[in-house]
């Protein structure tokens, strides 16, 4: 489906080139095991021309602000970036990609982001609270770990760092800690190794990791929204204000950097209130509208979105144009990405061989060898990250709980829902109360 898209020419140098002088911001980290997510919060970040990304994946010197890192221990990423912003002087480059023929009308690179990595480059294990995703491989391999929603328990969701709209594992999926995070073990991992001119379909609040393979990686992708975001949206604004609230609080133990670079800043408790106030107003009308024009543009331009890396905020569509039903009809080309175990259990695959199957392939019918490339893949391990408290507030022989244990608990993903299921319950009925008073004032 992909062949002929413009956008397969998107490699690292030819990006360079359509960039020139403009400086981008590199996410690095160590290339190292430490048995715990490297969260975003904990990685360093540059700002640098895709030129000299280049030079720097080659050993050359002199390469701007990448000269203090070596790239034998570090890798770079340039991701999250937002395509309309990225090259809002050269709009004739949206046109590139056409997501329209997956049945999006008019959707192009200007709703999508871009991703330029080098090999070892990743992102933790997480899940996106709104809407689905759809990820084109443009240059290298990507290595996605993906977890079904009903995994969420094995995975110990966590906020901290706080992010809008992402929900962090406090597991490393490839490098266990199984003492800490013994439940990891009855998780379900799709491994798919995503090859170029290959999409993914991400569907709704699927975890995944994501890791370049390659010395360097180019991918694209976008977000869909759904009408089921409109609840989202709402749970996202009750668990940014608690987030926020115990956070903020004076505390020995809160010390750490909580807050997520992609996150502009934290928010004042008021300026949450505001936002938790218009998110369930707005989607209190949604259920008693179809039509979005009804919703006032204060709801729709306050409601919580994605950020990229420069914390910019991404421009939104109206819902009416991105509320559309996913539907599979891809045609002969859809691969299902199995689940490992299920694989284990029919005898299909073992634990060294590839599990490819998964990606939308462009050039390969389904049912040949040739739809199944043979490259090996990370066994799947995990491991955790404890927070700990700190030293003074734990007691002597006792294990101490935490501000972010305690937060783990009061915003996990099953509380929080219920948690958003009685503040609708509760706006519904003080609405009903204030339309009968305002019906028996008009009376008097």
């Known amino acids: 489906m992909t062949c002929d898209w413009p956008a397969l020419h998107w490699t690292a140098e030819h990006l360079s080139g359509c960039l020139s002088d403009r400086l981008v911001q590199f996410r690095l980290g160590r290339k190292e095991e430490t048995n715990t997510p490297l969260y975003e919060s904990q990685c360093s970040y540059i700002r640098a021309t895709v030129a000299q990304f280049l030079h720097w994946t080659r050993?050359?010197?002199?390469?701007?602000?990448?000269?203090?890192?070596?790239?034998?221990?570090?890798?770079?990423?340039?991701?999250?970036?937002?395509?309309?912003?990225?090259?809002?002087?050269?709009?004739?480059?949206?046109e590139d990609i056409k997501w329209s023929e997956f049945g999006f009308e008019g959707r192009?690179?200007?709703?999508?982001?871009?991703?330029?990595?080098?090999e070892g480059a990743n992102t933790p294990c997480h899940l996106d609270t709104y809407g689905f995703n759809l990820v084109l491989q443009v240059q290298g391999r990507k290595r996605w770990h993906l977890f079904p929603p009903d995994n969420t328990a094995n995975l110990y969701p966590t906020r901290i760092p706080y992010e809008e709209s992402s929900i962090f594992s406090q597991v490393d999926v490839l490098h266990p800690d199984l003492k800490r995070f013994p439940g990891f073990k009855g998780a379900k991992a799709h491994v798919v190794t995503l090859q170029p001119g290959q999409v993914l379909f991400v569907p709704r609040h699927w975890w995944h990791y994501v890791e370049s393979v390659d010395p360097i990686t180019v991918s694209v992708n976008t977000w869909a929204e759904l009408e089921e975001d409109d609840v989202a949206r709402v749970t996202e604004a009750v668990t940014r204000t608690v987030v926020c609230a115990l956070k903020s609080a004076p505390s020995d133990d809160n010390t750490d950097n909580w807050l997520n670079p992609t996150e502009v800043e934290k928010a004042s408790h008021s300026e949450n209130l505001r936002d938790l106030n218009l998110a369930v107003s707005a989607c209190a009308q949604r259920k008693t509208s179809l039509s979005c024009d009804d919703l006032g543009s204060d709801l729709r331009d306050t409601a919580p979105v994605k950020r990229d890396s420069g914390g910019q905020v991404k421009q939104k569509r109206n819902r009416a144009e991105v509320s559309v039903a996913f539907s599979a009809s891809f045609g002969p080309h859809l691969l299902p990405v199995r689940c490992q175990q299920d694989?284990?259990?029919?005898?299909?695959?073992?634990?060294?061989?590839?599990?490819q199957?998964?990606?939308?392939?462009?050039?390969?019918?389904?049912?040949?060898?040739?739809?199944?490339?043979?490259?090996?893949?990370h066994a799947c391990d995990c491991a955790a990250q404890d927070p700990g408290p700190s030293e003074k507030n734990k007691a002597p022989g006792l294990a101490s709980l935490t501000t972010n244990d305690l937060l783990d608990c009061l915003v996990h993903p099953d509380i929080i829902s219920r948690v958003t299921e009685l503040l609708l319950e509760r706006h519904q009925d003080l609405s009903s109360s204030a339309a009968k008073d305002s019906e028996g004032t008009a009376l008097n």
């Open 343 to 355: 694989e284990l259990d029919d005898g299909e695959v073992s634990t060294s061989s590839t599990a």
């Open 59 to 94: 050993g050359q010197k002199d390469v701007g602000p990448f000269s203090e890192y070596s790239c034998l221990e570090y890798w770079a990423y340039a991701d999250y970036k937002y395509i309309a912003m990225l090259f809002h002087d050269q709009p004739f480059m949206f």
């Open 108 to 118: 192009d690179g200007k709703e999508s982001t871009l991703w330029i990595g080098t």
């Open 357 to 377: 199957e998964g990606a939308v392939c462009s050039e390969r019918p389904v049912g040949t060898e040739s739809t199944r490339p043979q490259q090996g893949q």
